[in-house]
C-alpha cells in the first residue's frame, strides 16, 4: 500500500511562499479541489511574483500532476477558455492559465467570473449545438504583473506573492534551482505523486478554510492589501472627478448606479461603500412632483427640502433640473 506524505509539498511551498497564510490556503485549496472531485470551490489561486524563475510554473505542473493529465489541462491565455469552443476545458477539473491579464471591463474577465462561480453554464463543442452543462472546475492562474485590475470587492481570486530571494539569477538562484531540479524528479516518478496525492486527500482543511467564499477583511497579507488598496484609490479617484463634473450636491441613486456600472464599469453594490469615503449620505425623500419617496445621495455640506438642495452661500437648486423641467411643460 502506497503511505501518504505531504513533507515534499510543505518544503516547497516553504521555498516559494514567504507568507505562512498563504502556504496553508495553497495547501487547502488543492486538498479540498481533490477530496470534492464533485464539487468546485467559489475562488481561484492567482499566484503573483515581480521576478521570473520563482517557482509558479513548478506549482503549476505539481498540480497537474495531482489532478492527472486527463483531469487538468494548462493554456497560456483565456482566450480558448472564454472562447466560442471550449466545452473541453470545462470538462477539465484543473483549467490552469499562466500570465493572466486582464482589463476591469474585459468581457473576457466577466465571462472567467462566471466560470469560477457557477456550476452551470452554456458550452459549444465543436459540431455540436450550444448546451447547458455542468462544470466543476477549479481554476489556476500565474502572473508576473501585480493585477490591479483586480476590483477592491472581488472574492473570486486569492492573490499569493511567490516573490523570493531565489529567483532567476537573485542571491538565491543556484540553490533554489537544485531544489526545483530535485523536486522535478521526484514529480516523475508515479509513486511520489501517489504519497502527496494520499496525503493531501487525509489533509484536514483549517477552520477557517471556505471554499465558497473570501473573506477579505479577514485578508492581511501585504499583496493583497496592496491590491484592494490601489484599486480602491484608483475607482474613488475617478469617482470623484466624476461628481465634482457633474457640479450636483443631491443625486438619486439611479443616476449614481448608471455612473458605476456603465462609466467606472464596477459593481452598483459599491456605491453604498464609496459614496460615504467622500463624504456623502443617502436619504429617501420626496422631489419632482412624485408621491412617494425615492433615495438620493446628498453631499454633507447640503440638505434636501421640500425637493430642493439647500446649502452654504445661499444655494438652492431643484434635485433633478431635468425631471423640474418636465414637470413646468
Not at 502556504?23 to 470551490?41: H, I, M, T
Not at 482589463?103 to 455540436?128: C, F, M, Q, W
Not at 449620505?281 to 445621495?297: A, H, L, M, P
Request: hydrophobic residues 35%.
Amino acid at each position: 500500500m502506497v503511505e501518504a506524505n505531504t513533507s515534499m509539498l510543505d518544503l516547497f511551498l516553504e521555498k516559494i511562499f514567504p507568507q505562512e497564510i498563504d502556504r496553508r490556503v495553497a495547501k487547502d485549496w488543492l486538498a479540498w479541489c481533490l477530496q470534492n472531485e464533485a464539487d468546485k470551490p467559489s475562488w481561484a489561486l492567482f499566484l503573483y511574483s515581480r521576478r521570473k524563475g520563482t517557482g509558479k510554473s513548478t506549482f503549476c505542473h505539481l498540480a497537474g500532476r495531482l489532478f492527472g493529465e486527463e483531469n487538468s489541462i494548462t493554456q497560456n491565455s483565456i482566450s480558448k477558455l472564454t472562447g466560442r469552443f471550449n466545452k473541453p476545458l470545462l470538462d477539465s477539473k484543473l483549467v490552469i492559465s499562466e500570465e493572466l491579464q486582464l482589463k476591469p471591463d474585459s468581457p473576457h474577465g466577466n465571462t472567467l467570473k462566471t466560470y469560477i462561480t457557477e456550476k452551470v453554464t452554456t458550452s459549444e463543442a465543436k459540431g455540436r449545438d450550444v448546451e447547458k452543462v455542468q462544470q466543476c472546475c477549479c481554476f489556476l492562474f500565474t502572473t508576473n504583473h501585480i493585477p490591479l485590475w483586480i476590483e477592491a470587492d472581488e472574492r473570486r481570486y486569492y492573490v499569493i506573492d511567490a516573490d523570493h530571494s531565489g529567483y532567476a539569477s537573485g542571491p538565491d538562484a543556484e540553490q533554489f534551482g537544485e531544489f526545483v531540479g530535485e523536486l522535478s524528479a521526484w514529480l516523475a516518478e508515479d509513486r511520489n505523486v501517489a504519497k502527496l496525492y494520499n496525503g493531501l486527500m487525509q489533509h484536514r482543511v483549517s477552520n477557517d478554510f471556505n471554499p465558497r467564499s473570501l473573506h477579505l477583511s479577514s485578508i492581511q497579507t501585504p499583496v493583497m492589501k496592496r491590491i484592494m488598496g490601489g484599486t480602491r484609490e484608483v475607482l474613488l479617484d475617478r469617482l470623484a472627478e466624476r461628481l465634482a463634473g457633474l457640479g450636483r450636491f443631491a443625486i438619486p441613486q439611479e443616476v449614481l448606479a448608471k455612473i458605476f456600472t456603465e462609466e467606472l464599469r464596477t459593481s452598483q453594490n459599491r456605491l453604498r461603500h464609496m459614496m460615504p469615503e467622500l463624504g456623502w449620505r443617502s436619504e429617501t425623500v420626496k422631489w419632482g412632483g412624485v408621491d412617494y419617496k425615492r433615495t438620493i445621495w446628498i453631499h454633507e455640506d447640503y440638505q434636501v427640502v421640500g425637493g430642493r438642495v439647500k446649502g452654504p452661500i445661499g444655494y438652492d437648486e431643484p434635485v433633478c433640473p431635468i425631471e423640474e423641467e418636465a414637470k413646468s411643460l
